[in-house]
């Protein structure tokens, strides 16, 4: 089992930034493709970006290419989410997940969720 932790929400203000942090635990994430979604008040849940378990190849939404940056930590079982240039829009609960199938880009594709953090991004 793989237990996941999210840290680092909060309140900001649009063009500011924040990160996020994801702490796993019950086995190295290396062996997960790793993912931050979010999800907004009634709308789906996205995915914002994913970083691969083999290569660290990393996958981004269009809305935050450029703006965000993932990355993971393997000495520290940690991915992070490094949120820059804020907007309105980005206002959302963001989740840590990890998957071991080939696909990624769905929630279903995930096996491993974390509780959520909150973002918000005021203008």
């Known amino acids: 089992q793989l237990q996941l932790a999210e840290s680092g929400g909060g309140l900001v203000q649009a063009g500011f930034s924040l990160r996020l942090s994801c702490a796993a635990s019950?086995?190295?994430?290396?062996?997960?493709?790793m993912g931050w979604f979010r999800q907004a008040p009634g709308e789906e849940r996205e995915l914002v970006a994913a970083i691969g378990r083999s290569d660290g190849s990393t996958y981004y939404t269009d809305s935050v290419k450029g703006r965000f940056t993932i990355s993971g930590d393997n000495a520290k079982n940690t991915v992070s989410l490094q949120m820059s240039s804020l907007k309105p829009e980005d206002t959302a609960v963001y989740y840590c997940?990890?998957?071991?199938?080939?696909?990624?880009?769905?929630?279903?594709?995930?096996?491993?969720w974390g509780q959520g953090t909150q973002v918000t991004v005021s203008s």
């Open positions: 997940a990890a998957t071991r199938s080939f696909g990624y880009s769905r929630p279903t594709d995930y096996d491993y």
């Open positions: 019950g086995r190295p994430f290396i062996f997960y493709t």
